[in-house]
């Protein structure tokens, strides 16, 4: 059993800036595929960015059409954390932001939901206008 805890959420003004973090327990962290999704108020849950598993030093990020340019997501295995580096934030941001653990590394599936096996908690982000 893994378990995800996300920190880092909060209210700032459009334009600003936000870390999200993700601390996960268990000792195989660098071989899942970490994700963000996030979920507004009266819609569905949506892919945000995902981390490959480890390849070396390498990895493979993946992003959104909507925050690409904006969210950088980065990982540190020493530390079973992964986080996403939120720039230039908008309004349309505004929405709780879940960590989530593929613990197959799935490669190609990485914005679907089901390939997950765990997710956290969720926390807050509010950008206001």
């Known amino acids: 059993q893994v378990q995800l805890v996300e920190s880092g959420g909060g209210l700032v003004q459009a334009g600003g800036s936000l870390r999200l973090s993700c601390a996960a327990s268990?000792?195989?962290?660098?071989?899942?595929?970490m994700g963000w999704f996030r979920q507004a108020p009266g819609k569905e849950r949506e892919f945000v960015s995902a981390?490959?598993?480890?390849?070396?030093?390498?990895?493979?990020?993946y992003y959104a059409d909507s925050v690409k340019g904006r969210f950088t997501i980065s990982r540190d295995n020493a530390k079973n954390t992964v986080y996403l580096q939120m720039n230039s934030l908008k309004p349309e941001d505004t929405a709780v932001y879940y960590c989530a653990a593929d613990q197959r590394g799935s490669g190609s599936n990485y914005y679907i939901e089901g390939v997950y096996d765990y997710w956290g908690q969720g926390t807050q982000v509010t950008v206001s206008s």
């Open positions: 268990g000792r195989t962290f660098a071989k899942y595929t």
């Open positions: 981390i490959s598993r480890s390849g070396g030093n390498s990895y493979y990020a």
